[in-house]
């Protein structure tokens, strides 16, 4: 099964064609919220990825000042000119962040614990609050539904097996920013995250395949359960969590409350339908492979936002996300993000849109379909 290490790497394969597009409508959070009474000064290690334009344009529009410290190899244009740009890296060389004061820092580009271990050293004393983007791989294996924040991270396991040590390694680094700053420490763990300017082909399938028409493959049983949460959420809430003062875990996943693969496919294609206001229905039918063996033998695992929930991913997209909404962790509907993540899509580059890394090709869905129409005569 590919594990989170797999899913990695493919997003440092496109990772370099994020930012192309960046002006396109959706990608970074476009309201304008009332400025806060108290504004701050921000360091965000990262900045320029995923996660990174969203936030840096939602903390100014909050009237927020912003620093971004990153390599200086991916271009930052899209970012707001008054946010201050410090270059050095994560690997030890992070003199340019010495002898600076800020009021938070957000770490949101760290998968290796002696990376935070050198950052938080250094920060501690000048920076009152630190807030870590984990994962909510730190819980792999999924052994159960309704994980919550009382569950411990597991530190150490068989890191042969890439689940284990993604997982392990964000929960070292959730470890060392608590241990660091005690109830300064902030640590946000999101579930597959979806939107405009995604740096990876998992969650785009759905926003491409189903305008597409025709019969559709949808994995799993019917009550199997669908987990992600768009980006620009993950990045409001970040902000109102330093704002607010809160402290320790928090599991960020959407929707509000619990939705089955069936349902965010049909509701999917309803977003996506060009029709939907003239009451023509665009000619989509939805093929349920409920078998979870002949899904295995096929290589179907995963399509984001489901996984397979069995053996140690059975409680994978079922994370309890309750102590998030009730320090105010609020939803896109779901229409909005596919709406605006194919709006999206169209902009970058056209060597990414003509050979994406989805988790089917149409080849293989016709192929899969056909097999499985045999199966069941």
Excluded at 87 to 105: F, P, T, Y
Excluded at 223 to 250: H, S, W
Aim: charged share 25%.
């Amino acid at each position: 099964m590919p594990s989170r290490r797999d899913f990695l790497k493919t997003s440092a394969a496109v990772g370099g064609s994020v930012l192309v597009g960046a002006t396109a409508p959706g990608l970074l959070a476009a309201a304008t919220p009332e400025p806060v009474r108290a504004p701050m000064r921000l360091l965000i290690l990262g900045g320029t990825g995923f996660i990174g334009p969203h936030l840096v344009k939602h903390a100014i529009s909050r009237g927020h000042k912003v620093t971004i410290f990153t390599r200086g190899r991916r271009d930052d244009s899209m970012l707001p000119p008054e946010v201050e740009r410090l270059v050095g890296d994560r690997n030890g060389q992070l003199a340019a962040l010495e002898g600076k004061q800020w009021d938070a820092v957000v770490d949101d580009s760290a998968t290796n614990p002696d990376w935070v271990r050198q950052s938080a050293t250094l920060l501690k004393g000048n920076v009152p609050q630190y807030l870590f983007t984990s994962s909510t791989g730190v819980y792999y294996p999924y052994l159960k539904k309704g994980l919550d924040e009382s569950t411990p991270p597991l530190l150490e396991g068989d890191q042969k097996d890439g689940s284990v040590a993604y997982g392990t390694a964000k929960a070292q680094c959730e470890k060392i920013v608590f241990d660091t700053f005690g109830n300064g420490g902030i640590v946000v763990r999101p579930s597959y995250i979806a939107g405009p300017g995604d740096t990876t082909d998992r969650f785009p399938y759905w926003p491409v395949r189903l305008p597409r028409g025709g019969e559709v493959l949808v994995p799993g049983k019917r009550e199997d359960t669908a987990q992600f949460i768009d980006v620009r959420d993950l990045a409001e809430f970040m902000v109102k969590l330093l704002e607010d003062k809160r402290y320790g875990p928090y599991n960020v996943a959407a929707p509000k409350d619990p939705i089955t693969m069936r349902e965010f496919v049909e509701q999917a294609a309803r977003a996506l339908d060009p029709s939907a206001g003239s009451g023509q229905r665009a000619k989509v039918t939805f093929t349920q492979v409920d078998d979870y063996d002949f899904l295995t033998e096929n290589k179907i695992f995963s399509m984001v936002p489901w996984v397979i929930p069995t053996g140690n991913n059975f409680g994978h997209t079922a994370i309890s996300n309750a102590r998030a909404k009730g320090a105010g962790l609020t939803f896109r509907p779901l229409a909005t993000t596919v709406r605006d993540t194919l709006e999206w899509w169209a902009t970058v580059p056209e060597e990414r849109r003509n050979a994406p890394h989805f988790a089917l090709t149409p080849e293989q869905e016709a192929t899969v379909l056909a097999a499985w129409k045999a199966k069941k005569g």
